[in-house]
């Protein structure tokens, strides 16, 4: 299998510290860990989706025909294996991170990583399925493995 039959799903979330309560928490709080994908969509694909509190976290939807947004944007990393595809951290982007997993065809996982600096926050969810043409509702689903951090899968 190669990563061209890779398909991903990126879900940022911005807020600052107005939102760590009250309202903007409430809104935040409802943002999915999945959402439904384009029909029709073949991989490589990342399906980007942006939430954040100036437009009270209202999905903003974009499709890449290609890998770059997530080598660009995430730690996460993806090779290529003879009958699936390894995941794992760039340790020079990331020092702490799990073992590399292996996903089989039709097998998913999702990784959740937060970062804060003095006055903002942002949640990235990323998705990751290797499959050439997967279901639209693929993702709302339960994954195979999950990561909160990078730190520990489970799964």
Sequence with gaps: MDTGSVV???IVVRWTVSSRGG????LRSRV???FL???GVSGPVVHRVECDELNGFMPRF?????LRPLESDTPLRLAAEADGIRVFADRNRRVTAPPARRLAAG???RRRDTSSGRRRVRMTVVN??????????L???APAYSAESMETWIG
């Design 8 to 10: 991903v799903q990126m």
């Design 23 to 26: 309202e903007g928490a409430r």
């Design 32 to 34: 999915p860990k999945g």
């Design 37 to 39: 994908l384009p029909e």
């Design 62 to 66: 974009r499709t890449f025909d290609s």
């Design 107 to 109: 097998q998913w996982l």
């Design 128 to 137: 990751v399925v290797a499959i050439g043409r997967p279901p639209s509702n």
């Design 139 to 141: 993702f709302l689903g």
